[in-house]
């Protein structure tokens, strides 16, 4: 689907949702414990197992984990996980059996990782940050490698055929990701198109060092690197030059309200990005937008109420698409494709510099 302009009924349904607004309180505090238990078996590798294999045998996987794992914990979470609806205990408890509904939440599960694992002590920290107490980026962080770990899982599910069908059209040969994360999309990316090169560049040391992972597992250390750097001082202050001169194309996923976030350099955040790289004709870039009509809605989608909370608590503005589309044409950046890219009001551009 190609939309230049979108009128609004033309959004994807699942971007207005189906949770219903007022949340009754019963369904505001299971989701609450809900997301915890989602989280927590993506952490101990329940997810994984049960997407190899739909039946998981609880003694054995409890063993296979290691001589300090508490086999009662594990049994609590994955009865909780059971009463959620996504898993069934059968054979008097030993064995969890995986559901459709279940199926569908490992599909999702990187919001969770995001939500839980990135920003609870920030959701939990508000009050302090509203009297004072706590200063975001200060006294009260983000955990910045489980905020890119959640945008990675949710890349292969239910982004990446749009990703792949747009870059399908893009003859490149070296590739920038802005605020690549994991570096799970770059080292994909790449490994799909031999011949080609990729950098990742991202601000955390943390989401970096998983990147190094990424790009072992995959077996591309000769063709994709990941870099720890600040995308704002490679825009504003020279840094990296070299390893960037031979980029063609750059992406950037969901990092460009970021870079957004000081005014004072708003406005010319996309003309400094085009100087950076002087060889790139083509930029494709994504991010999620401002949710339109938000407070009157009568539903609510997944993620987009926390991406606005956690941003306003931090600090950072969001942006409509229309001062996205303001901002590329101040640039010089002209969209080619506009497209739907996943999670709920988010867009991805192919952006041509002329
Ligand atoms: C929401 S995550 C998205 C990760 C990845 N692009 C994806 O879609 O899976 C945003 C990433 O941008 C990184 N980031 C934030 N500010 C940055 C900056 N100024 N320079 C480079 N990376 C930055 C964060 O560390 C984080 O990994």
Same mark, same amino acid.
């Given at each position: ?9 033309? /959004? ?26 989602? =989280? ?16 998981? !045998? ?54 969770? @990782? ?16 509203? $009297? ?41 040969? @070296? ?23 990729? /950098? ?7 989401? $970096?060092?998983?990147? =190094? ?41 969901? /990092? ?7 005014? !004072?350099?708003?406005? =010319? ?49 969001? =942006? ?35």
């Amino acid at each position: 689907m190609t939309l230049l302009h979108t009128p609004p009924h033309a /959004l994807p349904a699942d971007w207005y949702g189906a949770a219903p607004a007022p949340i009754g309180v019963d369904q505001a505090f299971n989701g609450y414990v809900a997301a915890t238990v989602v =989280h927590t078996l993506d952490r101990l590798g329940v997810w994984d197992r049960l997407t190899a294999e739909p039946r998981l !045998d609880i003694p054995g996987f409890v063993r296979s984990a290691g001589p300090a794992v508490r086999e009662r914990v594990v049994r609590e979470v994955l009865r909780a996980a059971a009463v959620c609806g996504w898993l069934r205990l059968e054979d008097g408890g030993d064995t969890a059996v995986l559901t459709d509904a279940g199926r569908e939440t490992i599909r999702m599960r990187g919001y969770f @990782t995001w939500a839980v694992g990135g920003y609870s002590d920030v959701f939990s920290g508000a009050a302090r940050l509203a $009297t004072g107490e706590a200063t975001f980026g200060d006294n009260l962080l983000r955990d910045e490698a489980m905020v890119a770990l959640g945008s990675g899982q949710n890349d292969r599910p239910f982004m990446s055929t749009t990703l792949d069908e747009v870059l399908g059209d893009i003859d490149f040969h @070296t590739l920038a990701d802005l605020g690549s994360g994991i570096s799970a999309r770059v080292s994909r990316v790449v490994g799909d198109r031999p011949g080609t090169r990729g /950098l990742g560049l991202d601000i955390s040391g943390p989401a $970096t060092e998983l990147g =190094h992972r990424t790009i072992a597992e995959a077996g591309l250390e000769d063709r994709v690197r990941a870099i720890r750097a600040d995308v704002l001082d490679v825009c504003h202050r020279e840094a990296h030059r070299d390893a960037i001169a031979e980029v063609d194309t750059v992406m950037s996923f969901f /990092l460009l309200h970021d870079l957004l976030a000081d005014p !004072d350099t708003r406005p =010319h955040l996309f003309t400094r990005l085009r100087e950076a790289f002087p060889a790139a004709r083509t930029f494709v870039l994504a991010d999620t937008m401002l949710r339109p009509e938000a407070e009157g809605s009568a539903t609510l989608p997944v993620f987009s109420l926390g991406y606005e909370l956690a941003h306003a608590l931090m600090g950072v503005p969001l =942006h409509t698409k229309e001062t996205y589309e303001e901002l590329f044409a101040a640039a010089g950046l002209h969209p080619v494709r506009t497209v739907p890219f996943g999670t709920p009001h988010s867009w991805l551009y192919v952006l041509e510099a002329r």
